[in-house]
């Protein structure tokens, strides 16, 4: 069942005075499936934080279209646009974009309190997924007092509290040291074997070695993809570098 469809996803920046035009998107098209783990690699500029912006519904394309659940986000009202996110799209940040002055319980159960929920409902939504995640015993801690690694799993649970059709990552393992990194990779290839879809952008080959399947964009649009298939980590780290590799070099595709 496909999830989120792209369609010849343009976006155009002009500036103040209408003067001068910057294509950041050119004709993006690519679907995901359910409970697939994409991730969307490319050069700085090459249109990927434009792309996740137009996914998260916090920027409209100039032409094109963006459907979730076969539904287009151009038909949701601005003033719905903060219920659509928060009930069905979770974020994580690499800057975690955790409330120091809210406890790690008070950040995860923050969307749930945004959509009204009573709290023993928010109680049994939380343990779970604070147990899984390994988090449970950090809950009356503040984000000062626990490591990068840690707030990466509170930002990882609060965005499955709500139970969301996607997880958008936006360069999740950036702020994250080595090991930091392996345990938060681990935790989202765990979640994605529970059937969580996931979409990273990320500039990390290690990270999108994790993924199923990855997309390359170059001059905003879709240059190249590469499934996992039969491929190991390792196999997929070395396919990603290759290919990561021709798009810098200005070499075609293959």
Request: hydrophobic fraction near 40%; charge should be neutral; aromatic fraction near 8%.
């Amino acid at each position: 069942m496909t999830v989120l469809e792209v369609k010849n996803l343009k976006k155009i920046y002009r500036t103040r005075f209408g003067g001068t035009q910057v294509q950041a998107l050119s004709c993006v098209n690519f679907s995901v499936e359910e409970g697939e783990y994409v991730a969307i690699m490319g050069e700085s500029g090459s249109g990927k934080t434009t792309l996740l912006n137009m996914l998260a519904a916090l920027d409209k394309p100039t032409e094109g279209e963006v459907y979730l659940d076969g539904k287009p986000l151009s038909s949701i009202k601005d003033k719905n646009i903060s219920e659509f996110r928060r009930d069905n799209l979770g974020f994580v940040f690499q800057e975690f974009n955790l409330l120091d002055t809210f406890n790690v319980k008070d950040n995860i159960l923050l969307p749930l309190v945004l959509k009204g929920e009573n709290y023993k409902a928010m109680m049994q939504k939380l343990m779970p997924i604070a147990k899984d995640l390994g988090i449970a015993p950090l809950l009356e801690k503040y984000p000062y007092e626990i490591s990068g690694g840690q707030k990466q799993r509170v930002a990882a649970a609060r965005a499955l509290i709500t139970d969301p059709r996607i997880i958008l990552a936006d360069e999740p393992t950036g702020a994250l040291d080595s090991r930091s990194t392996d345990e938060l990779l681990a935790l989202f290839a765990k979640i994605n074997q529970k059937g969580q879809t996931i979409l990273m952008v990320t500039h990390s080959v290690k990270a999108a070695s994790r993924a199923g399947r990855v997309l390359f964009i170059r001059d905003g649009e879709v240059y190249h993809q590469v499934y996992r298939g039969n491929m190991s980590d390792e196999q997929l780290y070395q396919k990603i570098s290759d290919t990561l590799t021709i798009l810098a070099t200005g070499g075609d595709r293959r």
